[in-house]
């Protein structure tokens, strides 16, 4: 070997990481809040110089959405081998995917068909990733029903503003960060940030904070409010035929908008408003009373799909926008969406 050789030895490691390296893997990342597995296992690789596509080599897996698919479901062994080569304990690993506080029937699905109102697996907020110290996706952003942010109340994206492509960091075949787009290399970051009305930021956070709890599984009215949330877009009227987990996040933020339009009718007088006013204050229940906004969610959701629906004392249902109003009324800011501010613990 030459000087120069041993001055600028040639490494690489990508294809003989999982051979070569046999106790703690040198770089450990920790979990960030909310964070979702695969992105954390896509800095990982990251850290250790090894790009996604070649780190499901390392866990035993084959290319492909290897990272995406273990969010649904972590294999013990690939649980294991993780916590012996970084140290972080099964229980964190667990926190990080996809688990039973989801509702399973709100998550987006895998499968990307390139149309442009069609689902991507994946959204972002620009403003989250420009902040985070390293660059990391959230849980949350895997919900259909999730539209904005809740920190800082902009509308998410779901597409490289670039070149159109979803985002695809396990296809990363080389040594880049996560918030880089793997099809043209676009930083995610950068990404200007779209408009959302403070009444869909709204009803996107009362659905969030809705959607967070084991309760909506445990609801008598709790299936019956997943399945008006999938069917928004025929509420809508716009996406007659289509479901909400089958839309991008500028076609269900969309569906949002037209839900949350004033209804066409003749204006309220100012007796008739405080009538109004009146019985929003005996029919809106406290924020602990989460079972009771699960059923006046559902209720007001069923009205707007055109089927007028009455209380059990045979009062006119409350309407979305009324019902959002008295939500924002009680949450009046973004960043309200964890459960213990809901319900002031």
């Not at 902009?154 to 075949?173: E, G, M, T």
Request: glycine share 6%; charged share 25%; with cysteine.
């Amino acid at each position: 070997m030459t000087t120069a050789d041993a001055r600028t030895p040639a490494i690489s490691i990508r294809e003989r990481y999982g051979d070569v390296v046999s106790d703690l893997w040198p770089v450990t990342v920790m979990p960030q809040p909310d964070e979702l597995l695969s992105s954390w296992l896509h800095r990982l690789a990251y850290a250790n110089g090894v790009a996604p596509r070649a780190f499901a080599r390392v866990l035993g897996l084959n290319p492909g959405m290897w990272s995406a698919a273990l969010d649904l479901r972590l294999p013990a062994d690939i649980a294991n081998l993780l916590y012996a080569k970084t140290g972080v304990a099964s229980d964190q690993l667990a926190a990080m995917t996809l688990s039973q506080d989801l509702p399973k029937q709100l998550l987006l699905p895998l499968r990307y068909n390139g149309q442009r109102d069609s689902s991507t697996w994946l959204q972002f907020c620009c403003r989250c990733l420009s902040e985070d110290a390293q660059p990391y996706f959230r849980r949350r952003w895997r919900l259909a029903t999730r539209v904005s942010c809740t920190e800082h109340g902009c509308r998410l994206r779901d597409r490289c503003p670039s070149c159109n492509s979803s985002i695809a960091v396990f296809d990363q075949s080389e040594l880049v960060p996560q918030h880089s787009c793997a099809a043209c290399g676009y930083d995610l970051r950068r990404a200007p940030i779209p408009y959302l009305s403070p009444m869909t930021r709204t009803f996107d956070r009362c659905i969030d904070n809705v959607c967070s709890l084991e309760a909506i599984a445990h609801s008598p009215s709790g299936p019956m409010l997943i399945r008006r949330l999938l069917s928004l877009p025929s509420a809508g009227g716009y996406y007659s035929a289509m479901i909400l987990t089958s839309l991008s996040t500028a076609a269900r933020a969309y569906c949002a908008e037209l839900l949350n339009c004033p209804s066409e009718g003749p204006v309220d007088d100012a007796e008739d408003e405080e009538r109004k006013a009146r019985r929003l204050r005996r029919l809106i229940p406290p924020p602990c009373d989460h079972p009771a906004w699960i059923e006046l969610l559902a209720n007001a959701l069923r009205r707007s799909r055109g089927r007028p629906n009455v209380s059990k004392g045979k009062e006119p249902a409350i309407k979305l926008p009324d019902l959002l109003g008295a939500y924002a009324r009680m949450n009046p800011g973004p960043g309200r969406r964890r459960v213990q501010e809901m319900i002031g613990t």
